[in-house]
Nanobody, 119 residues
């Protein structure tokens, strides 16, 4: 089992900056990748950014060049630095951890943190 606790959401002005944090605990040795997803009202949950245990990153086209995902292995924490956010980035942001036990893969999710970008 992996537990994820997000923090850092809130209200930010367009063009400002905000940093989200996600602290993992539990069976962290089984985590092979972590990431951020978001879900806006009336829309499907979508990928924002991911980072593997080896440090490889992947971003949605809509956030490339504006958002940066990083991780602090000593703190078991993943961050999402949101620079120059836009009103369309308003959503609930969810932290995700993908694990592999050697037998099967499993996804874990945080409770979500609200981000509102005002114009």
């Amino acid at each position: 089992q992996v537990q994820l606790v997000e923090s850092g959401g809130g209200l930010v002005q367009a063009g400002g900056s905000l940093r989200l944090s996600c602290a993992a605990s539990g069976s962290i040795f089984s985590i092979i990748a972590m990431g951020w997803y978001r879900q806006a009202p009336g829309k499907q949950r979508e990928l924002v950014a991911t980072i593997t245990s080896g440090g490889a990153t992947n971003y949605a086209d809509s956030v490339k060049g504006r958002f940066t995902i990083s991780r602090d292995n000593a703190k078991n924490t993943v961050y999402l630095q949101m620079d120059s956010p836009k009103p369309e980035d308003t959503a609930v942001y969810y932290c995700n951890a993908k694990t592999y036990t050697g037998v099967y893969y499993q996804d874990y999710w945080g409770q979500g943190t609200h981000v509102t970008v005002s114009s």
